[in-house]
């Protein structure tokens, strides 16, 4: 049996982006009787809020999407996370790093707005340990991978081939934290890596703006000996700007709408009639035939 899964950050309310997202990958798992763990991604601790998990999982619920078994949380896994960093260390392929972000700015060659910053390398090979970083510097310092050169291709559902040098578009970039009084601090890219590999997921589905942290993924994967997941990168719901969706855009909160009683039947239209498919496919998603054809390629723009 295939599986994917969903995946939420309690760091805010869904908005009518995420849901989009979320119920694709509802439909395509229940249309190809695929595995749907869920998975909650709970390590952004700055960023985390206390009540967001509960409500993403009742706007989930509201909107008809299931999944199969108890929630995943992510934050629980901490030290399986903390043995694939020493992992990582041991084989050499992280190095400490005392830069700030001011300091990774300051060495673009050229301004990025929009751009992603694309780390210079400073820190390689300058210090033996996390340890000798922060005394250097006296603030919490990072583990950045050896991001070597070279193209790393994949083929995603929507988007087909897929090439990118991640030692170009970023270069070598942060897998973890580290500060005395609180030890190690696995981020993002290992964490999904790792929690992929344990749940034995088979296609990733999520936003575009994700896009490029896959060749790092698959970098990660590498190094660590996991298999490769397939990967669908879903066209994001943006502004008339042109931006993700944000306050700036109107109230576009699941929870929103769900607690003024608007239909959750309106949201399934809404996301059908973006999504290429008829909203029946929500009454009975295992008898549909879904496929990532018939979605569209371009981003879906909201207009508030």
Not at 245 to 251: E, Q
Request: hydrophobic content about 40%.
């Amino acid at each position: 049996m295939a599986r994917t899964r969903l995946a939420p950050s309690p760091t805010g309310a869904l908005h009518l982006g995420n849901a989009r997202t979320f119920a694709l990958t509802w439909l395509w798992a229940r249309a190809h009787d695929a595995g749907l763990p869920l998975r909650m991604e709970d390590i952004d601790s700055p960023r985390k809020k206390s009540w967001a998990a509960d409500q993403a999982l009742d706007d989930l619920r509201w909107l008809g999407l299931d999944w199969d078994g108890d929630p995943l949380v992510q934050t629980t896994r901490h030290d399986v996370h903390v043995d694939a960093l020493h992992a990582l260390i041991q084989a050499g392929h992280v190095y400490p790093c005392a830069c700030s972000r001011k300091d990774v700015v300051a060495a673009q060659s050229a301004p990025h707005e929009e751009e992603e910053l694309t780390y210079p390398g400073t820190c390689r090979d300058r210090f033996a340990s996390p340890e000798e970083a922060f005394a250097a510097v006296g603030r919490p310092v990072a583990w950045r991978f050896r991001t070597p050169s070279g193209l790393i291709s994949f083929e995603d559902g929507i988007r087909g081939d897929v090439s990118a040098d991640p030692a170009v578009s970023g270069g070598d970039f942060v897998v973890a934290r580290w500060a005395p009084e609180g030890g190690h601090q696995p981020g993002y890219q290992l964490a999904v890596v790792v929690d992929d590999a344990f749940q034995e997921i088979d296609l990733v589905i999520r936003g575009d703006d994700l896009l490029s942290s896959t060749p790092r993924q698959i970098l990660l994967q590498r190094a660590l000996g996991l298999r490769s997941p397939a990967y669908v990168h879903v066209p994001l719901v943006v502004g008339d700007d042109g931006r993700r969706l944000a306050k700036r855009h109107g109230d576009t909160k699941v929870a929103s709408l769900r607690d003024a009683g608007g239909p959750a039947r309106a949201v399934q239209e809404w996301i059908a009639g973006t999504s290429g498919f008829d909203v029946s496919a929500f009454d009975q998603p295992g008898a549909s035939a879904f496929e990532w054809d018939g979605v569209p390629r371009e981003r879906v723009v909201w207009a508030s």
